[in-house]
Nanobody, 127 residues
Framework: VQLQASGGGMVQAGAFLRLSCADSGRTGGRTFSNNGMGWFRQAPGKEREFVATIDWRGSNTQYADSVRGRFTISRDRTKNAVYLQMDNLKPEDTAVYYC?????????????????WGQGTQVTVSS
């Protein structure tokens, strides 16, 4: 599985972005449709932090306190893709955002619960 995140950009505070993460190249027919998925982010000089996670069915989601109510994670198993709708962006949301495949079917809020990471996409929010 090779993940590719996209949709980042430079916006002003209050704007929205929608990040996408898809399997850019299947290996041996494997997909991540039966795994939980997550989004993490890493700002300059800071450690990578959890943002949002979703279970394999798309029915169980969890969010970091800093984004709850503004961000929405979703997935399309038929497209082998996961999304992060980010509304009312704030300057503190500026970071490189990464998607990842969880080790298990359920959601995971810790980075140790993930086995495959995609390339990040930069999100920059100006005040």
């Amino acid at each position: 599985v090779q993940l590719q995140a996209s949709g980042g950009g430079m916006v002003q505070a209050g704007a929205f972005l929608r990040l996408s993460c898809a399997d850019s190249g299947r290996t041996g027919g494997r997909t991540f449709s039966n795994n939980g998925m997550g989004w993490f982010r890493q700002a300059p000089g800071k450690e990578r932090e959890f943002v949002a996670t979703i279970d394999w069915r798309g029915s169980n989601t969890q969010y970091a306190d800093s984004v709850r109510g503004r961000f929405t994670i979703s997935r399309d198993r038929t497209k082998n893709a996961v999304y992060l709708q980010m509304d009312n962006l704030k300057p503190e949301d500026t970071a490189v955002y990464y998607c990842a495949v969880a080790l298990r079917a359920g959601p995971a809020t810790n980075s140790y619960g993930y086995k495959t990471w995609g390339q990040g996409t930069q999100v920059t929010v100006s005040s």
